[in-house]
Structure formats: structure tokens, C-alpha cells
């Protein structure tokens, strides 16, 4: 599509998007989001980006193939829920330490892999509709 | 042949087999005075205690003589792979198999727990099925093997059903104490049940009449494993478990009857096929058929002697069965050729050959004073004792024996005596590691037959007393007197030394006879399979005609059908007693919904028509907003936004409504008829679901831990990425997989004129 408008904008909403998304992700354990919300936000704000800019801008600026994305959100969850096994607990037993008083556990790596695994499945199926144009 | 260089010394993967098997027989031959003096030894770890499922083994004498058996006999088939192997493709995997092979078959028979002995049982079938399989360039190769697969895959079924029921009637998971709640299990209302299905698994995997087919066919498998399968492994596995499963369910007329008969009749049947072959390796897979019947038929006995008869045969059949393959694979080798009228005179250029040949052969017909010759008046003097129809048995092991003598014959003598015949290959000797297995083997027959009362104490008696579930006093001996089994002894030589004789005449009769038999078991297989794959086929074209339009009918039919019926049925009906009050706002919510629903049919442009479920959708998130689910309502409403968005690309290619695309007129009242009831039965649902009391434990649980528990004040989100992670993980991995068969889905549409 050739609209200035659409790529100016496109621009800075991508842009606010991915943070909104992130803010989603990270929120989500206390207020309404998570990984899954926030990787809809992502996925949305990247193919914005490809409707406005073509499909190969968008692959060119995430550098990283979707599908790839898709696959290490799992091996990230994976990994997160085989951490616990480092104590002895069971599979995605949750791990937490507090350094200044934040809660961070594995829990929270476990939604950054539920994120990719939503933003590299939906972004491998939009590219894939929008090449195939 | 290249027997000279790297690839003579062997594949590495081949020496660790070997060495592996030889520490095997060490461990087991070091267990030997132990287990005989009666104890058994155990080996218990917890697997899934909250089933009973423990991965407990032990070793008892019945354990510990099979355990002999495959590592004693893997050794040498290793040994002998090593040069038979060489050369060929991927030996390293050949090998691999191999041993994955071994140690599934180790672990079956020293399973106590009966969900253990299952999975190495498997094992077995899928091991056994890349080995048939090796040669996987050839289509009859991965026929025959797939073949295998199936039947004993089959029978794999049937045992595990059998286990489960087995347990629930004798209360234990365990075999050994399995084995004392005889009399329970004996007396059980599912006794019949239990008594069917596991001997269709051991059937299968034994390969007994009518099942027998398969076993021939794996033929397609390298001389060294068919060696190891039919000698000491896979088919001895069902009759493993008949030894292991003799004092829980033997004694009744239903297992007396059913082993004897079907022993009998696959004996008999496969040492006349037997006979019949002209290929020295397919006669030889028929006599395995025929051992197994015979070692199925005395297993239907409880008497002592009979018991000890099998045990006895066991060994015996191990010993010169194994080397017999490995004497056929050292004649193919050294003259290309195996089948026995094209073969002749070979003493002479293969005499370490000859000799192995000859002493398991020996020991196959009987001879004294071989270990066969102690197998068979044990046989016969198990058969007279047998409380079926002794005359019956005793009949059944003269004539099966007969045959076997004339099979002996016509392996081992006929390609090595005789005038010499001239082959493609100019006959030369096999190399050591070829012959020396079958020639130890051969002659382990001979010594064992020379010391039997050592053997009978060391590895019979316990193995004897194993099954049985009491200690026994088993006496081997040579001359047992001149009694009836000595005279049926010399009986079956005289028929035996008749029909070898005679063999070229009888084999002619044999194979005109056969060829007028209506169906054989090969043909009943093939045909099952093609009546399957062609009732695959007809549903297929049914249901899944290709037609979006058909699939979602069948899905939506499917579902207002089932859920219907099951509401009816149950009586789950339900008029809710008063009516909510709903504020106005959100009736409006309602119609904007109902509205986005009607849409779709009345317009024809395909975009408005997804506008419409957009519509549908958006509403459905305000009213999780009202009801208090932000986090679904978020969601919902991103979904729908992508949803939309993609759903427009996807039209924007379609090509417009054209012929069976459009439904007609009959096909809208239906489509219509199918919509108002699923619409009401879903609506019933869910007032049923509303007037069943909500079980609030759940709430209450989460709301205490998830700030405790797992530091985080959004429920929904702690569930999911905490308390049921797993069930994300799964998810995720589904979303992950479909994506990446959407993308191979368009990328295949798409490559279609394109090269990449």
C-alpha cells in the first residue's frame, strides 16, 4: 500500500505499540494484560508496519525470522519450567528472588515465552498471507 | 566382498554389542548357583507410585534362563554380524538396533511390574520392526516388516487391555504376586475375558496359528537377526509370557484346551509347511513356527514333566536354532545361493561349516547323546503325563518331530554331502567370526547333552520350579530305560529318516495340495488390509469431501446432535426460576450482537459478512467488560481485531462464489435448520450449566495462594503462567505447530508454478 499518511503514522504506532505491548507483558502478573495480550499488541503492531511498509521492510527491521521467534517462545517456556529442576522441585514449579524487593520468578520468563510463541505464530501467518498476494 | 581393510574388523558399534552381550552372560552366569538354590532376586524403583506402576524387576530361574539365552546367543550373532555386516550400508544403525533390541528383550523378561514388561514389550515390536526392516531400499522388505508390526502391534493391544484386567482381578500390579492369586484370578467373572486377550498377545507375538504368517515374512530381515529373533528373542517373548503367566491362569479347561489345540494344530501345520520350502532359511522359519506350537502345546499342561519338557526344548531349540541361521547365512555367503536344490557336495570347500552343521542338526532330529535327544523323550514323556488327551499330544509331537528330523536333514546334510553342484560363487569357507558361533553353539548341544544332570539343576529345575510357583525336582539323564517315550522316540526317527528320503516326492504332493487351500493366512491378512484401507477411504470421501462447507456441517451436526442427546438423556433440561434483571444497556448490547449474527445472511458481499462476525464479537467482549473479566475482554477484542484484519486478506484472494460453491436453495433451509438447533442446544447448555451449583473451592484457593504462592494479584494470568502452566505450555505448542502448518499450507499453494 502507497500512503504517505498510513507510513508516517505507522511509524510512531508501531513504535508505541511494541512499548504498549511490552507494558502488557509486564504488567500482567498484578493488572490485566500478560503474555499472551501482549503479544497480540506486538504481532498487531508488526503487520501495521507490513501493511504500511511491505512485508520486506518489516523482515528486514525484526531481523529474525517469525517462525524462529515462534519456536524459541517455546523452548523459552520450556526452559523456564526446567529451571525448577535446578532445586529438585517439579516441572514449572515456580522460582522467585526479590533483588531490591521485585518479585521476579520463572513464571514471568515463562510469559516472555508465551509472548514470542503469539507474536512469531501470528506475524509466520500474515506474512505469509500478505507474500503470497 | 570386502573382507580385507577397515570394514573386515567390524564396525566399532558391533564389538560394543558383543561386548555388552558377554558381560550380560557373565552378570547372568554369576546369578546361576544363587538362583538355583531358590532365591530370587529383586530390583524395585518407583515409576508412577500413585498407579502402582514401579519399574520392579527380578530375577528368578525362568528370568535368568532367558537372560542367558539372549545375551549367550546375542554374543555370538554380534560376533558374527561384525563380518556378515561388513560392507554394507549403515552398519552403525544396523547395529544400534540391534542392541536397543537386546535390552528391550532383557527388560521384558525381567519385568516384574506388569506396565514395565508392556513397554519393553513394545519396544521390543518397534525394534524388531526397524530390523526386519533394514533393508528399506526394498519395498518387500518394509512390507514384510510393516507386516510384523501390525500383527504383533495388534496383539500389543490386546496384552496391555489383558495386564490391566489381570490386575484388577488378582488386586496387584506385580507379577509375582500375581502368581499367587491363582485361585482368585482362576474364579474371576472376567477370567474369560482376561484368558483371550492375553493370549491373543502372546499368539501374535509367538507367531501361533492363526497368526503364524508373519513370521516367515520377517524372513526379510539380515541372517543374523533372523537368527537372534526366532532363536532366543522376539518370538520367544509370547511364550515368555505363557511360562510367566502359568501359575496365575493355567488349569482350567478354557487354558487347557485352547494351548493344546492351537499348539497342536500350528505345529503340525508348520512343519508340513516346513517341508514343503525348497529356500534352506524359509524351511527353517517354518520348524520355528512348528518349536513355538509345540513349546505352546505342553505349556497347556500342569504336570511337572511337561513343563520340564518345554524348558528342556527351549534350550534346545535356542542352541541349534540359532546356529542352523547362522550355518544358512554362512552357505549363502560363501556360495550366493540358499536354496537347497541348487546346492550340493559343499563338505569339501566348507568343512568348519559342515561340522557346526551337522552337530546342531543332530541335535535337532534327536540324535543322542545331543541335548535334543534329552529335549524329546522329555517331550514324550511330557506328552503321556499331559491331563488333556495325552495319546492327542504325544500323537502331535511324533508326527511334528518326524518332520523335523527330515527338515535337519534336508538343511544340513543335503547342501554339504551328495554330489558336488556348481554355484556362481565358487564355494570357499566363511571367515572365523561366521563359523565359530554356530559351531559353540552346535557343540554347547552336544556337551550339554553330555552332562544333563548338571544342566538339569542348573538352569531347567529353576526355571521349572519358576513356573510352576514351587520348588521342583527335575532329573535330566540320557538313558531314561526302555520305556514308550524311547519307543516313540525310535518311532520318529524311522518316519523322519522315511520322509527325507522321500522328500522331493512328498515336497511336489505338498505344494499341489497347497496350492488348492482357499485362503491362507498371509491372504486373510492382505485382505483385512485392503477392507480397512477401503472403509478409510469411503468415510474419508464422506465426511471429508473436500468442501469447507461439508466440514463444518459435520462438526456443527456432530456437536448439536451429541450435546443435544446427552441433555435429553440426562435429563439436564432446565426454565430458570426467575429471570435476572438486565439493565438497558445492556439489552442494547445484546441486539448490536444479535444484529452482527444476522448480517452474514442476508448480505452477499463476503467482507460485510465478516464485519458482521466482527460485530458479534466486539459486543461479546463488552459483555465480559461488564461481567468483570478485563483481561478476557482485552484479549477477545485484540483477537477479533487480528481476526478481521486477516480474514479481509484471505477474501481479497478468493476467487467469488462460483458453482458447488454456493449452497442453493436446499442447502440454505438446511444450513438454517442446523443453525436454530444449535443455537438452542447451546443455549441449553448453558442454562444447565447455570443451574448446577458452582463449585466455589477452586475460587477460594486461588484467591489465598496467588499472592502467597506466587507473588502476583491477577489471578487469571497467575493461573496461567503458574498454578496450570502446563496446560499453557501445550497450548502454546499448538499455536507454534498450526502456525507452521498454515505457513507450509500457503507456501505450498503458493509454490505451485514457483521453484521455490
Redesign the interface.
Known sequence: MNSIILTTAARLVTALMLLFSLYLLLR??????????GG??A??AL?LHAIANGVAATRRAIRVGP?TI??F??AV??VA?LAAAVVGAP??S?L?AFPAGI?L?T??L??V??YL??V???T???F?????? | MAETGVKARGHPLGWVFVAFSLAGVMVALSLVTEVSSGVTLRLSVPWVPSLGVQLSFLIDGLSLLFALLITGIGAFVGLYATAYMSGQALTGRFFFYLLAFQIAMLGLVLADNIITLFVFWELTTVTSYFLIGFDHASEQARRKAWQALLVTGIGGLALLAGLLLLAAAGGSMELSELANAGEEIRSHALYPAILVLLLVGAFTKSAQFPFHFWLPNAMAAPTPVSAYLHSATMVKAGIYLLFRLHPALAGTPEWIWTLTIVGAVTALWASVIALRQTDLKLALAYTTVMALGTLTMFLGSEARIAIAAAITFLLVHALYKCALFLVVGCIDHGTGTREADRLGGLARAMPITTVAAAAAALSMAGFPPFLGFIGKELKYEGALAVASEPMFVAAAAVIANAMMVAVAGIVAVRPFFGPAVATTVKAHEAPLRMWLGPLVLAFLGLVFGLVPPYIGEALVQPAVSAVLGQPETVKLALWHGLNLPLLLSILTMTIGVALYFGHLRVRAALANLMDRLPITGNDAYERIKGGILWLAKVQTAVLQGGSLRRYLFFVFAATTGGVGTTLIIGDAVRWPAEWPVIPVYEWGVVLFVAAGAVLPILVRSRLAAIGGLGVVGSGVALIFLFYGAPDVAITQLLVEVLFLVIMAVILLKLPRFVGQGHPGRGGRTRDLVLAAAGGLVMTLLLLAVLDSAMSVHLTRFFEAASVPDAHGRNIVNVILVDFRALDTLGEIIVVAVAALGAFALIKLRAGRGRSS
Do not use: C, K, Q
Open positions: 500482567g502478573h498484578n493488572e490485566p494484560g500478560g503474555g499472551f495480550v497480540l499488541v504481532a498487531s503487520y517462525r515462534a519456536v517462545g517455546v517456556a520450556i519450567g516441572f514449572l515456580g522467585w518479585p520468578g513464571p514471568l515463562f510469559d515465552g508465551v510463541v503469539v512469531g505464530a501470528v509466520t501467518l500474515v505469509a498471507l500478505e507474500e503470497d498476494a
